[in-house]
């Protein structure tokens, strides 16, 4: 890329990168502004890494700047720009209720609390998309805290935790906050003890099956009396290990004869001989309950807003308990419904997914057909397309279906104005064309004649797909290039005008040469398609997004250097 590529190329990145940062609490992201720039600039396109390395260093100053100084600079870059995002933040609504209480909080302090037994489905991305949305609207705050302390039953996955937060990231938030549940046991401990000492909780060594016959039948535990320095001393015991699991563990007092039976003095700390895979909390074996966990990170990171699904409307009530004890204030909670979706024969479950991966059935969590954000990503969906989804759902507690449609309607919009268009013919019927000009020029993209149009020889023929095929003797448009007759074997060029389109109902039909196409195996949901698209497509590089038009968009993954039937161009698609 010469220089004065360059210069134009660190120009247009600092407009985008201004306009990126300001709509997104100050901090663009290079790959926000990497497809935008490319789809203003085609003639930036061959140079796709040495771009991306010029627009680094701008993105990196951009974000050194402080708000109003982003304001100013865009003013004289682009005041129309700016206008126009002031216009948007004036009229953005919000799908989402107002926050019970957010008023009487100096600041709302939400968080995300995930398992990291693997990477995220779909269902998953719905906590980041409305906190996040939520921190946006309230400048708040955004913790990201790993619920790891089940190492067995629900055993963390050490490459989940970064996965976890690579996803957030592509959703387009960034926790003010991480922390990991499992670098906290001293923590959890201390406010055990705290527990003990106020009188509300007691160890407990009753077999799970007897305590739960005496738990429903509203009597209490033979052990609820004991003294706090018998309790002290066997919790201590817990804690260094001499127990089996099974054999001990501490409970918070409650009412035994509560209407609810599961809030009947519940665990609050057990002991789990399996090692946590974590090396760092490999040698603890008395590990807190997730309802003992997350109440005392709550409040100590000072939540102030929960948002958690409809199945643990019970965890809140447990925890009240705890915090009576504490004398401490409970956060408000929302609690919302399930949701659904359609158009995936997998299902969103976490150990499901793995099994299916493990078995092979699944070529990994980014397979096409799995319901996943690294299967959307690799197919070249937004993060802010599936926010924009997930955020309309809302938070009631009723039951909700999500329909990749919408998702699929979000990214369009995004995608549409930046994405060039191209052929591809499945199943191609190879025809001579008979007479006629010597390429086709279709344009780049329909609404930007600006972009210029591509050039695509015709050769001695024409792969066209079956079904698209006139009865013989009858006419038909190839797109970008004009009318031809059907005549049985060949293709013949009449000369006529595009109005014959327009007024006599001649079908447009896309077409690629006979020879010099690319091969191409495109990815999709419901398996791998295969076909040849123009020779154009060998010029982008990984990660472009494109139209092939009648069919639809796709990213491209893989483009060999010499594409052959050997080794094709690998596409993954999105969407119509």
């Keep these: 890329m010469d220089d004065e590529l360059r210069e134009r190329a660190e120009r247009a990145a600092e407009r985008n990168a201004l306009y990126n940062a300001l709509k997104h609490d100050g901090e663009a992201q290079v790959g926000a502004i990497l497809g935008p720039l490319m789809g203003e600039n085609p003639e930036l396109r061959e140079h796709g890494d040495a771009v991306a390395g010029a627009v680094a260093p701008v993105v990196q100053r951009v974000n050194g700047m402080g708000r109003e100084a982003q304001r100013e600079r865009l003013a004289e870059l682009d005041p129309e720009l700016l206008a126009e995002l002031d216009a948007e933040d004036e009229g953005e609504d919000h799908p989402l209720p107002e926050l019970p209480g957010a008023e009487e909080v100096d600041q709302v302090r939400m968080r995300l609390a995930p398992n990291p037994n693997g990477p995220w489905h ?48 592509y959703l387009g938030f960034d926790p003010d906050e991480v922390i990991r549940a499992s670098d906290r046991l001293e923590t959890y401990y201390e406010h055990a003890r705290n527990l003990i000492d106020a009188g509300g909780a007691y160890t407990c060594s009753c077999p799970a099956g007897e305590f739960s016959e005496m738990k429903n039948a509203g009597e209490p535990c033979p052990h609820r009396d004991k003294p706090a320095d018998r309790t002290h001393e066997e919790f201590e015991r817990m804690v260094s290990g001499e127990y089996d699991a099974g054999e001990m563990v501490l409970r918070v007092r409650t009412e035994i004869d509560h209407p609810n039976p599961a809030l009947r003095d519940w665990v609050a700390l057990r002991v789990i001989d399996t090692p946590h895979p974590r090396p760092e909390a490999a040698e603890y074996r008395c590990w807190p309950m997730l309802d003992f966990q997350s109440a005392i990170d709550d409040r100590l990171t000072g939540v102030t807003h929960i948002i958690r699904g409809k199945d643990l409307q019970d965890s809140a009530k447990r925890q009240a308990f705890l915090y009576d004890y504490f004398d401490w204030e409970y956060p408000h909670v929302t609690h919302w419904g399930r949701i659904q979706l359609d158009a995936y024969d997998v299902p969103m479950s976490t150990s499901t997914i793995n099994e299916l991966v493990a078995d092979g059935e699944l070529e990994g969590w980014d397979d096409p057909r799995a319901p996943t954000l690294a299967s959307l990503r690799r197919r070249g969906i937004r993060g802010e397309a599936v926010v924009d989804a997930l955020v309309e759902l809302g938070t009631s507690t009723s039951d909700a279906d999500l329909s990749m449609s919408s998702i699929y309607a979000a990214n369009r919009d995004l995608v549409d104005d930046g994405a060039d268009r191209a052929f591809l013919v499945r199943d191609g019927v190879e025809l001579p064309v008979e007479g006629g000009p010597a390429a086709g020029e279709p344009p780049v993209h329909p609404d930007h004649e600006e972009r210029g149009r591509r050039r695509i020889p015709v050769g001695e023929a024409v792969l066209v797909e079956p079904d698209d095929l006139p009865t013989e003797g009858e006419r038909a448009w190839l797109k970008g290039y004009g009318p031809v007759r059907y005549a049985g074997d060949a293709l013949a060029f009449t000369g006529e005008g595009i109005d014959i389109v327009r007024d006599e109902g001649v079908p447009v039909i896309h077409w690629v040469p006979a020879e010099g196409g690319v091969p191409v195996r495109l ?29 639809g968009f796709a990213r491209v993954d893989a483009m060999p250097a010499d594409p052959t039937e050997a080794a094709p161009a690998v596409l993954y698609y999105s969407h119509p």
């Design 122 to 169: 779909v269902g998953n991305a719905r906590m980041p998309a409305v906190i996040g949305t939520y921190k946006e609207r309230y400048d708040g705050w955004m913790l990201c805290r790993f619920d790891d302390t089940d190492p067995e039953t629900k055993r963390p996955d050490l490459e989940a935790y970064d996965a976890i937060l690579d996803a957030i990231d």
């Design 523 to 551: 990815r999709t949901m419901d398996g791998d398609v295969t076909g040849v698209a123009e020779p154009g497509l060998a010029e982008y590089a990984p990660d472009a997004l494109l139209q092939f038009e009648r069919v």
